[in-house]
């Protein structure tokens, strides 16, 4: 198992201080290549050669990812520095997902060999005309003597003008439909002058430097062994490579929102106002607060998610679409909250120390949207909702039992895992979300650790309830949250039958469908936090295994459902936020795990 805090601590060591302007991938230097869009070559190269590659290519291949919680944990670091050049390796990684998914040995050995000798690759996916509807695709493969022959566009491919390779999902049927489409793995430089044309490059809100353009395919005859899995498979290994690319793209905003509050508390500590500093100011601090606490829910979340694709991976559809939401959608709220902390600074797009939170807040909007935007992901957790529901209420005993002991596992980031198997994840979850249907389990062993902390007399424990501020109150506290936030679940189950019995099929399409899917991020949320605070004791910083951290993360899910509810007191607020400032001052990631970063 690999030595991840060690292994991160060298890669901020390889990347150096981000306020040295002559340092390897300082700031300025990041802010000076957006300020010009241009693609960051020298800090992809700069990357390469530490072997950041390797973690996203499997072992068996000749890279080194066995638990893709590894991989996702350095791209945290390196997107803190810089979005954009996080994205355009990224893209290669995420390029690269069919030839795991589906590809030969042969296959995943030659393209992994080429990434790790600078090549790039892309994913053409999506189309100018058809967006997110891939089954609506236009770009053809007709089978010839020898091979096939592909004709279309690829519009708004990440990576597609430079790439050496562009991964094409193609029609290879005339009807279309699930099994009419195949994926191609298309090597620029095999082909004929004028088989496959750049399409112009679109200037971009954010990642200003990152190539985004596309690919026009005219007569582009590519061999048999550029298949990638059977033909026809295209949607199925298009659908299971999505599944871990979402969880990944996520990685991104938690690390925008990162910097982003870093910035914000080097001006709060330092700007005085009312005879203090602005971050000693009652509101000032629960603003920064509670950002820390939304970017310690995204950590807890994720770290389920990114396992659960080992771990279990026949419920890899509805992690991957809940966390596709939640994560980017909640951060994009953060960041707007720190706009108003740091005030008139946010707006300074070159300055030193605060330039970097503009590019923050722009660079972070690309998780919302890149493969598979909101309605995307809402529309998958929809079609599953009502047996997830279903599951979740009933509380089978054999079932709960099952999901209890997995979570246990999944949320202890310490326990081993086999290696990743992408063929193995299921387009359907059938039912079962281990942590959802887990919580209200959850919420009982909170009951009793509140108990075990006061003592096992019942007057001890109401005593130490009525104590602000004491582990047992806390502990109690939360439970209470958490079995508020699940008990949503039977609100959320009794509008979802209501709303298909006065709508009939018209239901699966009506935004009242897709408000109640956003419901159950918020719990599959708050399941995850409860699951790390109580099974992932040895990995989390001993700062963050306080009730108090737990409590006021719970309060920020709590308040999706009812925004005037306060749980967490000024106690719980102090302490959380003396924990914000030593992880800030001792340099470690905004994250439950201790991960040191230069800033």
Not at 258 to 271: G, I, P, V
Not at 295 to 317: M, Y
Not at 323 to 340: D, N
Not at 512 to 526: G, H, N, P, R
């Amino acid at each position: 198992m690999t030595d991840l805090p060690a292994l991160m601590a060298d890669l901020e060591r390889h990347m150096g201080d981000p306020f040295d302007e002559d340092g390897p991938l300082s700031f300025g230097r990041v802010l000076e290549l957006d300020e010009q869009e241009t693609y960051p070559d020298e800090f992809v190269d700069l990357l390469a050669s530490w072997g950041l590659y390797d973690w996203s290519i499997p072992a068996e291949s000749g890279g080194r990812a066995v638990d893709i919680q590894d991989g996702f944990n350095l791209y945290r670091l390196v997107a803190r520095r810089d979005p954009t050049t996080a994205t355009a390796m990224v893209i290669s990684t995420i390029s690269y997902m069919p030839l795991w998914v589906a590809g030969t040995p042969e296959q995943r050995r030659y393209f992994a060999d080429l990434i790790k000798s600078g090549s790039k690759l892309a994913w053409g996916l999506s189309e100018r005309e058809h967006g997110s509807d891939i089954l609506a695709n236009g770009t053809t493969a007709r089978r010839t003597e020898g091979g096939w022959v592909l004709d279309g566009e690829k519009w708004t491919i990440g990576n597609a003008t430079v790439a050496d390779v562009v991964m094409v999902f193609a029609r290879t049927s005339e009807k279309g439909g699930p099994g009419g489409y195949s994926v191609f793995a298309v090597e620029k430089g095999r082909l004929e002058e004028g088989q496959c044309e750049p399409l112009p490059h679109e200037p971009l809100h954010g990642l200003r430097g990152l190539d985004m353009s596309g690919v026009r395919l005219r007569d582009c005859f590519v061999p048999d062994s550029a298949v990638v899995g059977r033909p026809g498979q295209g949607l199925e290994v298009a659908l299971k490579s999505s599944h871990l690319v979402r969880i990944a793209i996520t990685s991104i905003a938690m690390s925008c929102a990162d910097t982003a509050l870093r910035a914000t508390l080097d001006f709060a500590s330092r700007r005085m106002i009312f005879g203090g500093p602005v971050s000693e100011v009652p509101y000032s601090q629960r603003q920064l607060v509670e950002s820390y606490a939304d970017l310690l829910v995204a950590d807890a979340l994720t770290t389920g998610a990114i396992r659960s694709l080992q771990l279990t991976p026949e419920q890899s559809s509805i992690w991957s679409s809940v966390v596709k939401y939640f994560v980017p959608t909640l951060l994009q709220e953060t960041l707007a909250r720190l706009a108003i902390v740091l005030g008139a600074r946010h707006y300074l797009r070159t300055h030193p120390r605060y330039g970097i939170f503009q590019k923050a807040v722009r660079d972070c909007a690309v998780a919302d949207f890149a493969d598979g935007n909101t309605v995307v992901n809402l529309k998958n957790i929809a079609l599953q909702l009502g047996n997830l529901l279903d599951t979740a209420v009933t509380q089978d005993p054999e079932k709960v039992a099952g999901a209890v002991e997995r979570t246990r596992t999944l949320f202890d980031p310490a326990h081993p895992m086999k290696p990743y198997r992408p063929a193995e994840q299921q387009l359907f979850s059938r039912g079962v979300d281990d942590p959802v249907l887990a919580l209200r389990s959850a919420v009982g062993d909170l009951h009793r650790a509140a108990a075990a902390a006061a003592g096992t007399d019942a007057a001890r424990l109401a005593a130490a309830a009525a104590a602000a501020g004491t582990d047992a109150a806390r502990l109690a506290a939360a439970a209470d949250a958490a079995g508020a936030v699940a008990d949503e679940l039977d609100r959320i189950a009794v509008e979802h039958r209501k709303l298909f019995s006065d709508l009939g099929k018209a239901a699966g399409q009506s935004a009242e469908l897709y408000d109640l899917a956003k419901q159950y991020t918020f719990v599959s949320a708050a399941a995850a936090v409860v699951h790390l605070h109580l099974h992932g004791h040895d990995s989390v910083h001993p700062a963050l295994r306080s009730p108090a951290v737990l409590l006021v993360c719970l309060e920020r899910l709590l308040k999706r459902f009812h925004p005037t509810v306060s749980v967490a007191g000024p106690q719980e607020i102090s302490e959380v936020s003396d924990a914000l400032s030593a992880a800030h001052r001792e340099g470690r990631l905004f994250s439950f795990r201790p991960f040191s970063v230069n800033w």
